[in-house]
């Protein structure tokens, strides 16, 4: 059986960019251990790869297409714990 090199953290934070990054030093800054998972090099993620492109829901090609429908959507699953992705 191979060994494997074993980490503890009290937080793991998966991605890089710049969600992740921001979540990472809000975590340390609270004096918790963490861990941050990335797929790719340490600055090629997404947030940095965009090279600031806006998206905005402005109903001008098809009315159903709008803010108000699209942060009730995406609002859903603000909370994670809600979504499910973490068990407190």
Known sequence: MADYETHEHDVLVIGAGGAGLRAAIEASAAGVRVGLVCKSLLGKAHT???EGGIAAALANVDERDNWKW?????????????CGAVNM
């Open 70 to 82: 699209t942060s009730a959507t995406i609002g859903r699953c603000i909370s994670l714990t809600r």
């Open 48 to 50: 940095v790869m965009a």
